[in-house]
């Protein structure tokens, strides 16, 4: 099941703290669409890297999850935007997504369909109530400079966490629209993988983990004149299944009674 909710209208800003880092697992391998998705290559040795404060994540069955970010989250160069990851994430993972995506938005850069990640997080609706968010992107600051960037990611991450203090809060990284990956892509990576484990939060990188390489570039991203270097429909199938993989790595198996001793037979 999935929503897609409406611009927010209303600004609220607070500020929180703690300590994480960032996770990788092996990527799931059903296909759901028509067209074949790409095969995601096995973690190399080594590759999992544990935060060493987060706590994992403990979602009920059938959880609110509001997917929060920019043109990739939308849905951009799938045939329909609900066939994006972020809807075809409910799909996978039986959860309710919530999907927020503004075309060309960013930190600081306003986008196509509504203001900058700032404003539209400051403006989010408290009664959403979601049990976990993610947060997307975005590759839409790479033009806009470093300088003011960090206060611009802190201030609304601030706003988020007083919006939705009950939610886990998951970042998703940028993903490489392009090879051989842009300096200010991975400057900003490294930014946000630094901000959030001084939160204590879950930092999933896409670029870490190399979800795009030059073996699978062309299965995942639709480099049309229409699709504008987006995820083509399989390229967000494949997207939803290694968000479901990571996200199942950090979270904790659901506790299971233990079944009653068997008692002595009495004659």
Same mark, same amino acid.
């Given at each position: 099941?999935h ?12 500020? &929180? ?31 999992? &890297? ?11 069955a ?21 066939e994006?990851?972020? %809807? ?11 999907v ?43 033009k806009?400079?470093?300088?003011? %960037?960090l206060?611009? &990611? ?9 919006? %939705?203090?009950e ?10 629209q ?30 870490a ?46 506790? &299971? ?11």
């Amino acid at each position: 099941m999935h929503t897609r909710i409406a611009l927010p209208r209303r600004r609220l800003t607070w500020a &929180v703290t703690a300590v994480a880092v960032a996770a990788v697992a092996v990527a799931l391998a059903a296909v759901w669409r028509p067209a074949p998705a790409p095969a995601a290559p096995a973690a190399a040795a080594g590759s999992v &890297v544990v935060a060493t404060d987060a706590a994992p994540l403990s979602l009920p069955a059938g959880a609110r999850v509001l997917v929060f970010g920019d043109s990739w989250t939308y849905g951009s160069a799938a045939n329909t935007p609900t066939e994006g990851y972020a %809807y075809v994430l409910a799909e996978r993972t039986g959860w309710t997504t919530i999907v927020n995506g503004v075309r060309g938005s960013g930190y600081l850069k306003p986008g196509i369909d509504g203001p900058s990640f700032g404003d539209r997080i400051a403006a989010l609706d408290p009664a959403l109530d979601p049990d976990l968010v993610i947060v997307q992107g975005s590759i839409n600051d790479r033009k806009q400079g470093a300088a003011g %960037y960090l206060d611009a &990611v802190d201030a609304a991450w601030d706003d988020l966490a007083t919006t %939705y203090p009950e939610a886990r809060i998951v970042i998703l990284g940028p993903a490489p629209q392009v090879l051989p990956i842009e300096a200010e892509t991975a400057r900003i990576d490294r930014d946000l993988a630094d901000l959030a484990a001084a939160r204590g939060w879950w930092y999933l990188s896409p670029i870490a983990e190399q979800w795009i390489t030059d073996a699978n570039y062309r299965d995942v991203i639709d480099t049309s004149a229409t699709g504008r270097d987006h995820p083509s429909t399989a390229g967000h199938s494949y997207l939803a299944d290694r968000l479901a993989a990571d996200l199942a790595a950090i979270t904790e198996a659901p506790a &299971v009674a233990a079944e009653p001793a068997p008692q002595p037979l009495v004659p």
